[in-house]
């Protein structure tokens, strides 16, 4: 296992390997335990080359903040916009970007994300 390291915040510790488009569930693991990619990590979240996150603990509605427990659910108003925060934060590496997107279910559902999808390089 590698240990934290803020220098791998700035230098790839797999400038090595070629990674074309997205990292495997072992490289992400991999940055998890090199620069605190996500935290908190649940193991049992990673997914052959994703992480689900989770909505964390407030969502918004016109602007207002909504508390919102561990266990329970809110639903989006038709054609309303809500925002969530997430669960986890991130420590991205300068020479990364993430995405994030649904999962198809929830597109079929109906909902819709509006955003660059996109985590720029560096962002904490």
């Not at 791998?8 to 074309?20: I, K």
């Not at 925002?83 to 279910?105: C, D, G, H, Q």
Request: aromatic share 14%; net charge neutral.
């Amino acid at each position: 296992m590698v240990k934290y390291s803020e220098h791998y915040l700035w230098s790839d510790p797999l400038c090595h390997a070629t990674r074309p488009g997205g990292l495997l569930s072992d490289e992400i693991r991999y940055f998890v335990d090199c620069v605190h990619l996500v935290t908190p990590f649940v193991e049992g979240d990673l997914r052959p080359a994703a992480y689900d996150l989770h909505i964390g603990g407030t969502y918004y509605v016109n602007d207002r903040p909504v508390p919102l427990g561990s266990r329970e659910w809110f639903k989006v108003p038709a054609n309303g916009l809500v925002y969530v925060k997430t669960r986890e934060s991130f420590n991205i590496p300068y020479y990364m970007v993430a995405r994030y997107s649904l999962r198809v279910t929830q597109v079929y559902r109906g909902l819709l994300i509006d955003n660059g999808l996109h985590v720029d390089p560096g962002y904490h």
